[in-house]
Each structure stands twice: as C-alpha cells, then as structure tokens.
C-alpha cells in the first residue's frame, strides 16, 4: 500500500512538506517544488503504484476519479479556461519517458506562457 522509502508517500502522509491543493480519501494533490509552469502540480493517487506501467483495471476507479478531478482543480490554481487558456497532462513513466520519482503521478501544468519547458 505504502513504500516507506517513497518519497511521495512520505508527502501524502504528512512526513515531508508539501503545498496541498486538494485532499481526499484516496487522492492527493500538491504543488510540484520546482515548477516548470507559472502552474505546476501534481495528483497521485494515495496508493503506491510505482508507475503508469504497473497500472491494471484494478486502478480503474481511483485513476478515473483522479483524472476527473483535474478539470476544477486546473481552474482553481490559476490555469486559463479552455480553449484560450488551458494546461498540460502528462505522466512520465520509466526512464525513456523521464520519470525520477517511482510513485504514480500526474503532472498538470498551466498558465501564460513562455514555460521553463515548452
Ligand atoms: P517526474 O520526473 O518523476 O515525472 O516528476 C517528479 C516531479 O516531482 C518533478 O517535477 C519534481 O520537481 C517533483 N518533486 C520531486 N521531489 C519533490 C518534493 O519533495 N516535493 C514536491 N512538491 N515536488 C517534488
Ligand atoms: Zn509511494
């Protein structure tokens, strides 16, 4: 359930610091510490799945609920409406697709630009 050397988990449970933008009982979402956006955060999934790879259709609710939640939360930390406006999703995974932290996370990145990535 948890990986005690994870250290997303050690920020869901409250062990490491972290900018809160939502909370519930399966979902956490927190500003990312070095933003690549003038919006930047994440959404995980309180459970430690270690990456996209590993997700099966056991992980279908709580990734449809997180995937759900995104729209509002985008709006309420400053992302533009759509279509002027709206913002990025990604999920790395692995290393090819740039992933350095091994806990499940969605990145949601938005607001004017020019971006530190582009
Ligand atoms: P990845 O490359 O694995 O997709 O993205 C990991 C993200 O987590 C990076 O954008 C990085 O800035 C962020 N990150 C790493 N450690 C911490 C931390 O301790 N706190 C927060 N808020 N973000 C972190
Ligand atoms: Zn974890």
Redesign the pocket.
Known sequence: MHDPNC??CK?IAGD?P??KVYEDEELFA???????APV?F?VVPKVHVPSMAQVSAEHAPVLGRLMTKIPALALEQGCNPYPDGGYRV???TGVD??????HL?V?VMGGPRPWRVG
């Open positions: 250290i997303f920020i490491i972290s900018q927190f500003r990312d510490i070095r933003p690549a930047h994440l990604v999920v790395n697709g740039g992933q350095e932290v091994h996370h990145h």
